[in-house]
């Protein structure tokens, strides 16, 4: 089972105004590139 949960707040690299650049930074540095490898996200 895999239980994913959100804090509701983004991380503090990221703000609203850089949301339209697409500007992005993994939560969990352990998983991310797991997903990666897996092709569930791109970067």
């Known amino acids: 089972m895999v239980e994913i949960t959100s804090p509701g707040l983004?991380?503090?690299s990221i703000d609203?105004?850089?949301m339209e650049s697409r500007q992005n930074d993994a939560r969990n540095?352990?998983?991310a590139?797991?997903?990666?490898r897996i092709g569930?996200?791109?970067q």
């Open 33 to 36: 590139p797991v997903f990666k």
């Open 10 to 12: 983004l991380p503090p």
């Open 16 to 18: 609203y105004a850089a």
């Open 40 to 42: 569930v996200i791109d």
């Open 29 to 31: 540095k352990v998983i």
